[in-house]
């Protein structure tokens, strides 16, 4: 248990994408707090399966395809039948296509797939959970974008545009919308940069590309998965942030839309 409270003891807690770096970060520290933890994964069940049981007895793995609507209502259903129950949303999953491709050369293809598994998959997820708060008069979204939503990204603009949307018209609606529901409902949202995981290691190894994408951040270095999680759980705690919703923050080592450094 950390030396802060944060109010997080026994709550039950859905990560998405927990099989992936920042998700499988977010669900250990979930499980830290004291927390019962649904482990979701898509399609990497051995590393979620590690991750599971390295949050308690009371973890629970859950696979569903996030794209899917009828996938969907059965992880929440899972989670339901399992823990009760759920008090917070940790919608994680997200997919960075790693071909770099200007939108000219784009395919309709990707552009789809690439929305499906980040914007459709989002709002499936708070759907689900809002249908779960609507039922309980509370609980506490936390989405996750990035900051190619907020600086665009040369060769993935359909990621971008797919974060872009998660982090201003799908939150700012969300936290306007929840407190019908649920008077302390909450929604907020984190912004990773360039963090290190399964999704992006490959790319982080080539060789400069490290001081190259850290030129804009005055910290220049590569957040660990763990950097990400911890902004989550304390937008989570409503013991910590009860009076924030419709926040962004941003966990990118100060990073700007501006060259700060020459080389």
């Known amino acids: 248990m950390s030396a ?12 998405t994408g927990a099989s992936g770096g920042i998700g499988a970060a977010c669900a250990r520290s979930f499980a830290d707090e004291g927390c019962r933890v649904v482990v979701h994964y898509h399609r990497g ?22 794209r899917r609507e ?16 759920l008090d917070v949303c940790a919608a994680v999953a997200g997919v960075w296509p ?13 552009w789809q797939e690439t929305l499906a598994a980040n914007l459709t998959a989002t709002f499936l997820t708070a759907r689900a959970f809002l249908q779960e708060v609507e039922r309980t008069g509370q609980g506490s979204l936390v989405l996750v974008g990035s900051t190619a939503g907020i600086y665009g990204e040369a060769g993935h603009a359909d990621y971008a545009s797919a974060k872009s949307a998660i982090v201003r018209g799908l939150l700012l609606s969300l936290k306007n919308e929840v407190v019908r529901i649920a008077p302390r409902g909450r929604v907020n949202a984190v912004c990773p940069g ?5 999704m ?6 080539e ?4 001081d190259r994408v850290t030129r804009t951040m005055p910290l220049r270095k590569v957040a660990a998965p763990e950097d990400v999680a911890r902004q989550i759980v304390v937008l989570a705690s409503d013991e910590l942030s009860g009076h924030v919703t419709g926040q962004v923050v941003v966990v990118a080592g100060g ?8 080389a």
């Open 70 to 85: 009828d996938d969907v209502a059965r992880l929440f259903d899972e989670a339901r039948t399992e823990l009760g129950g």
């Open 255 to 262: 990073m700007e839309g501006r060259v700060l450094h020459e």
């Open 45 to 66: 069940r051995e590393r979620a399966e590690e991750v599971a049981a390295g949050c308690g007895a009371g973890a629970v793995l859950a696979q569903a395809d996030l």
């Open 200 to 205: 992006t290691r490959s790319t982080l190894e």
């Open 98 to 110: 790693e071909e770099d491709v200007s939108l000219w050369r784009l395919s309709l293809d990707r």
């Open 207 to 210: 060789p400069g590309l490290v």
């Open 194 to 198: 360039w963090t290190v995981s399964p």
């Open 4 to 15: 802060v409270d944060t109010g997080l003891s026994g709550k039950r807690v859905l990560v």
